[in-house]
């Protein structure tokens, strides 16, 4: 298994600034993601976080808006830039195992943008 | 995209009785997941299904990968307070090259008034 961490955990935010999660895991994992999941919604992919490369993003996510990073293989960064109250959610990272091809889920960050 | 029709969307339990809930797709997966995710936390997997006609039990939990590997139900006998929450299902899609993990809608269970 993976025990993920995330960092804040909950943040409220002015419009206009940005905000940097983190993630760490607690063993090397193959990929990284990173989902947003809106108030009473389901969870929606952002992003693959890869190692050493460029993040790849879903449709209706862009580098611009949600740049990501991931500098080895149990950590990710991922930033909310120029928020708008739109931009409220829980941001999730997850990760998965090398075996069993099992994924895993971080507590979340509560993000509040006023 | 793929779309996961998980039901139902809600349903109130008694403590003791036993609760069911289904997801369902209109394509093959080979993999199907259910999570459980409590109000401010992340999902938590609760069972992984890889083969279909499989039935695997994790405790009070039992979960079944449809033969047809177009569905998937979940099963919880005799439940308790704490299972309450909210259970999605999940499969991987791999229509990209990496298969992403999809997520149904979720079913919400509460506790009946």
């Known amino acids: 298994s993976a025990v993920i961490s995330q960092k804040p955990s909950r943040d409220i935010c002015q419009r206009g600034t940005s905000l940097t999660i983190q993630c760490q895991v607690d063993?090397?994992?193959?990929?990284m993601f990173w989902y947003r999941q809106q108030p009473g919604q389901s969870l929606t992919l952002i992003a693959t976080?890869?190692?050493?490369?460029?993040?790849?993003?879903e449709s209706g996510f862009v580098i611009d808006k949600f740049p990501i990073s991931r500098p080895n293989l149990t950590f990710s960064t991922l930033t909310v830039s120029n928020m708008s109250p739109e931009d409220s959610s829980i941001y999730l990272c997850s990760a998965r195992t090398f075996l069993g091809n099992t994924q895993y889920f971080g507590p979340g960050t509560r993000l509040t943008v006023l | 995209g793929q779309q996961l029709n998980q039901s139902p969307q809600s349903m109130f339990i008694q403590e003791g009785e036993d609760v069911s809930m289904n997801c369902t797709s209109s394509s093959i997966f080979n993999t199907w997941l259910w999570y459980k995710q409590d109000p401010g936390e992340g999902p938590v997997l609760l069972i992984a299904?890889?083969?279909?006609?499989e039935l695997t039990s994790n405790g009070r939990l039992t979960a079944q990968f449809g033969i047809t590997r177009k569905d998937s139900f979940l099963n919880i006998s005799a439940s308790i307070p704490s299972d309450v929450g909210i259970y999605f299902c999940a499969v991987y899609d791999y229509g990209g090259s990496q298969g992403n993990l999809i997520f149904g809608k979720g079913t919400k269970l509460s506790v009946k008034p």
């Open positions: 063993s090397q994992v193959t990929m």
């Open positions: 976080a890869n190692q050493g490369s460029e993040a790849t993003y």
């Open positions: 299904l890889y083969k279909a006609g």
